[in-house]
């Protein structure tokens, strides 16, 4: 099996350090996160960013905008709100462009209509085709946090939007809506262009990836069987009530550990 190498998002590693008193900047994050093995970050490519993560040998791998998808073309104005940070991305040599459908305002969450959904596929595609002369695979990020708020995020890319956009499995947040994420991959093959990886136990994720009730194995075998290359995001994140034992630098170690002997043991 071939992917592109393992990444880290870093919301867990900010929500981490806040919890342990550790103050940090990107140096020190970034630092961390080299510490822990991984190849690359998933971050905004800003040049003061970017600088920093090279000098401790990381690619970036993605960027994570996060926008109310559902919204007519015309507000969401992603010559402003999507095109800089794919710019950014691209000239830094990422590949994934990871879009979340927000609320429109998160203070007070609106359930999403049939219509809404199709215009969500439908910007998707919109911001695919805007997007493509820069090479990124565009893809949507699950977040949605009960069973039909996820499965109407899943129909906006398979039934409403272009064979462009593609999935970028949240797997923490599918089961916690009550999807199987393995399921999608067997399901949507050639649709899947990314993952960011938690492992989940009774709903509350897990420390490292091979803790818990996913059957993480069985999800890269399906990624592989799929045809699959490319990155392997963790995410991990420890709020309360877990009480984590180790570090989020050894968390992660033993997390990229774990997936690259998956990978490795997957034949080529």
Known sequence: MRVRGISTGLYGWMERFARDGIAWDWDSLYGACADSG??????????????????????ISASYVGIPLHLPLAEL???????????????????????????????NPVAKTTDDVQRQGENL????????????????????????GAGLDLASVIEHSSDEVGLFIDTGWAAFAGHDPIEWVRRYPTRVRGFHLRNMADRLPTESVDEGDLDIPALIAAADDAGFTGWL?????????????????EDTRRSADYLRGLVAARPE
């Open 38 to 59: 991984v190849d690359a970050v998933e971050t905004d490519a800003l040049p003061e960013k970017l600088a920093i993560a090279r000098a401790h040998g990381l690619r």
């Open 125 to 148: 595609a919109a911001i695919a085709e805007r997007v493509h002369h820069l090479g990124l695979c565009v893809s949507l990020h699950n977040h949605a946090h009960e069973p039909a």
């Open 77 to 107: 104005d992603i010559d402003r709100s999507v095109l800089p940070y794919a710019e950014r991305l691209a000239a830094a040599g990422g590949s994934d462009l990871v879009l979340n459908a927000d609320q429109a305002d998160w203070s």
């Open 233 to 249: 995001t963790l995410e991990l994140w420890h709020p309360e009530p877990l009480q984590p034992s180790r570090t989020m630098v």
